[in-house]
């Protein structure tokens, strides 16, 4: 059996009624929580706009979250690129692998998950993929060689630059890109990177065979394991309770948010309808049934690395603790083969007292 991680896509989302100092040290919370229950990861994203996802600078939260963990990987999910210096981005990053330890993870990509991210700054989504572009390749060569770089575009240059500071993982921390764009995922191919993707199951096998030609590229091997996937998750001892726990909050978030905020177009707006769908791509409901649906997931993609689960407030802190426990311990360890040795000594046991 494949050993599968699973973890924390920390957008975050939380309503503008919730006081934002509270919202942060609740989310600080949550990662210390996870790390305690053996999560291998948390991805943090960063946002500049909508009063809902109040992130802004995902390096200065794993640096304060860092010294409240122990274990847990903490990657930024996604620096968007096109809104810093290259340098200054890979100097902070490479700051943040020192303090870590090794623990730090460095996801980059266009942005545009909130579309107002952007245009705030007066980018569409071209512009800021031909600044990712020339973002990645600044960086590569910086982490590739030790000889100065000159490099100038129409939004920054660099003059006789070189790193000061060399990482503290070899040859250079992990990356991760949350993207559909064929070339860069095979960037990541080529760099080991991880893709970071909220697609279906299905979409698993087109996404390894860009892994695989871009690590050809680089004489390195693809793995099913640098692909994580996303859901919703919330389990509780019904699924009636589950349902019930997270209706609320959810059909709040698609009405209010995506719809009224980020201006997205609902395929309906009756609750029953809302929730309905969010069911069908979820995993919602009891320990048991998130197990079977995850264990469907598995077998759609023909295997992946993991699944990175994303947090809301819709069910309050209680229930959602929860959650957050129940999966750890009665569901992950069937993916993760954790309990085998527990599993093979009972079985020796009873065979020596039958």
């Given at each position: 059996m494949s050993i599968m991680r699973f973890g924390l896509f920390l957008q975050p989302v939380h309503p503008p009624s919730v006081d934002p100092t509270a919202a942060l040290e609740s989310d600080l919370d949550l990662v210390v929580r996870l790390d305690k229950l053996g999560y291998s990861e948390v991805w943090v994203g960063e946002h500049h706009s909508t009063g809902w996802e109040n992130i802004a600078a995902?390096?200065?939260?794993i640096a304060a979250v860092a010294e409240r963990t122990r274990h847990i990987r903490l990657g930024t999910g996604i620096i968007?690129?096109?809104?810093?210096?290259?340098l200054v981005t890979l100097d902070r990053m490479i700051f943040l692998d020192h303090l870590t330890r090794g623990r730090a993870m460095f996801g980059i990509g266009v942005g545009g998950g909130l579309p107002s991210d952007l245009k705030v700054f007066g980018l569409d989504?071209?512009?800021?993929g031909r600044r990712l572009d020339e973002t990645m390749d600044v960086i590569l060569r910086l982490l590739?060689?030790?000889?100065p770089i000159d490099e100038k575009t129409d939004w920054f240059e660099l003059h006789n630059a070189t790193l000061q500071l060399r990482p503290y993982t070899q040859p250079h921390m992990q990356f991760a890109m949350a993207t559909t764009n064929p070339k860069n995922i095979r960037l990541m191919g080529k760099v080991g990177g991880h893709i970071l993707t909220g697609?279906?199951?299905?979409?698993?096998?087109?996404?390894?065979?860009?892994?695989?030609?871009?690590?050809?590229?680089?004489?390195?091997?693809?793995?099913?394991?640098?692909?994580?996937?996303?859901?919703?998750?919330?389990?509780?001892?019904?699924?009636?309770?589950?349902?019930?726990?997270?209706?609320d909050g959810l059909v709040d978030e698609q009405l209010n948010f995506n719809a009224a905020v980020n201006g997205r177009t609902l395929t309906s707006t009756d609750p029953d309808d809302i929730v309905a769908t969010y069911l069908a791509h979820n995993m919602v409901g009891t320990a048991d049934e998130v197990g079977k649906r995850l264990q469907a997931v598995v077998d759609e993609s023909d295997g992946v690395g993991g699944v990175?689960?994303?947090?809301?407030?819709?069910?309050?802190?209680?229930?959602?603790?929860?959650?957050?426990?129940?999966?750890?311990r009665?569901?992950?360890?069937?993916?993760?083969?954790?309990?085998?040795?527990q599993h093979s000594a009972a079985k020796a046991a009873s065979e020596l007292n039958s």
């Amino acid at each position: 059996m494949s050993i599968m991680r699973f973890g924390l896509f920390l957008q975050p989302v939380h309503p503008p009624s919730v006081d934002p100092t509270a919202a942060l040290e609740s989310d600080l919370d949550l990662v210390v929580r996870l790390d305690k229950l053996g999560y291998s990861e948390v991805w943090v994203g960063e946002h500049h706009s909508t009063g809902w996802e109040n992130i802004a600078a995902p390096d200065v939260f794993i640096a304060a979250v860092a010294e409240r963990t122990r274990h847990i990987r903490l990657g930024t999910g996604i620096i968007q690129a096109g809104l810093h210096h290259p340098l200054v981005t890979l100097d902070r990053m490479i700051f943040l692998d020192h303090l870590t330890r090794g623990r730090a993870m460095f996801g980059i990509g266009v942005g545009g998950g909130l579309p107002s991210d952007l245009k705030v700054f007066g980018l569409d989504q071209e512009q800021a993929g031909r600044r990712l572009d020339e973002t990645m390749d600044v960086i590569l060569r910086l982490l590739s060689s030790t000889e100065p770089i000159d490099e100038k575009t129409d939004w920054f240059e660099l003059h006789n630059a070189t790193l000061q500071l060399r990482p503290y993982t070899q040859p250079h921390m992990q990356f991760a890109m949350a993207t559909t764009n064929p070339k860069n995922i095979r960037l990541m191919g080529k760099v080991g990177g991880h893709i970071l993707t909220g697609g279906p199951p299905r979409s698993v096998s087109a996404i390894y065979e860009g892994l695989e030609q871009g690590a050809a590229e680089s004489g390195m091997t693809a793995s099913r394991d640098q692909i994580m996937l996303s859901s919703g998750l919330h389990i509780a001892p019904t699924h009636e309770q589950a349902v019930a726990e997270i209706r609320d909050g959810l059909v709040d978030e698609q009405l209010n948010f995506n719809a009224a905020v980020n201006g997205r177009t609902l395929t309906s707006t009756d609750p029953d309808d809302i929730v309905a769908t969010y069911l069908a791509h979820n995993m919602v409901g009891t320990a048991d049934e998130v197990g079977k649906r995850l264990q469907a997931v598995v077998d759609e993609s023909d295997g992946v690395g993991g699944v990175l689960f994303v947090s809301r407030d819709w069910a309050g802190r209680e229930a959602s603790s929860r959650s957050w426990e129940t999966f750890a311990r009665e569901v992950a360890p069937r993916f993760t083969g954790s309990t085998s040795g527990q599993h093979s000594a009972a079985k020796a046991a009873s065979e020596l007292n039958s």
